[in-house]
């Protein structure tokens, strides 16, 4: 018969070596999936998404039913705080709107102003009845905007900020788009622009631009510009003030 002799010392360091070896195996394992995976989700994100998006929008395109010759009241919310520098220049923009007069409100909510914001929108009321100024406690953009809203009584709500300025076409197409009753939410598309008008676009951002622009075409938009946009009065929410519409009101109204 044979004798089996057992060393308990070299047994028990071979049974610490291969514990050691297949941790170490499971840690190196768990790295390079957490790296091929970020990676992989980085690419999807800047690459596969947007080729996507691009190719999906011209297999399946959903066209905007817009009436170009719709002309619902309008409710235009300019929400400001601290503003004197702009607010002037922004109500004239809008009073010069092609888009007719007697249907056109536009309310400038200020977020409790301290400079001369409220006193230059009332000098503008007094002189053109289609301005109003509403004077709000302090709260934040979104919290001026709900309570505009919530004063005002056009068919249609548009917001801007008191920095943007709008095309003379702006609001005509809008809410034209809003005629297609399948239409919640449309944006315009922002262009930004220094004092003296020459054009600050970087690469990215026209990237952006030509991103949302494929999105809208398959009939959504995970989020927009808060300089321009429209929606019917009966799709307005009012969101938590902490969040704002940009992102809210599009996933929201899918």
């Not at 004077?135 to 809203?149: E, F, I, L, S, T």
């Not at 801007?160 to 005509?172: E, G, Y």
């Not at 969040?243 to 996933?251: D, E, R, T, V, Y």
Request: contains cysteine; hydrophobic residues 45%; negative net charge.
């Amino acid at each position: 018969a044979s004798e089996v002799v057992t060393i308990p010392g070299l047994l028990l360091q071979a049974r610490d070596l291969w514990g050691k070896n297949a941790t170490y195996t499971r840690t190196v394992l768990l790295v390079m999936a957490l790296f091929w995976g970020s990676l992989g989700a980085l690419a999807w994100t800047h690459a596969g998404y947007p080729l996507a998006a691009s190719l999906l929008a011209r297999l399946r395109p959903r066209p905007v039913r817009g009436d170009d010759a719709a002309e619902p009241t309008v409710s235009v919310i300019v929400a400001a705080h601290n503003e004197e520098m702009v607010i002037e220049r922004r109500l004239e923009n809008l009073l010069a709107l092609d888009y007719p007069p007697e249907r056109l409100e536009l309310v400038v909510a200020s977020d409790a102003s301290t400079d001369r914001t409220n006193e230059l929108v009332c000098a503008v009321a007094a002189r053109e009845p289609r301005v109003r100024l509403l004077d709000c406690p302090r709260g934040g953009k979104v919290a001026a905007q709900n309570r505009a809203v919530r004063e005002t009584a056009g068919e249609v709500v548009a917001f801007s900020d008191a920095n943007a300025t709008w095309a003379p076409d702006a609001l005509r197409l809008l809410v034209a788009a809003l005629a297609d009753q399948d239409v919640a939410y449309v944006c315009g598309q922002l262009q930004l622009q220094s004092a003296d008008g020459s054009n600050r676009e970087g690469v990215y951002w026209r990237y952006e631009m030509w991103l949302r622009d494929q999105e809208s075409r398959l009939g959504s938009i995970p989020g927009g510009p808060g300089s321009s946009y429209a929606l019917a009065r009966g799709a307005y929410v009012e969101v938590d003030p902490r969040w704002g519409p940009a992102l809210s009101f599009p996933s929201r109204m899918v």
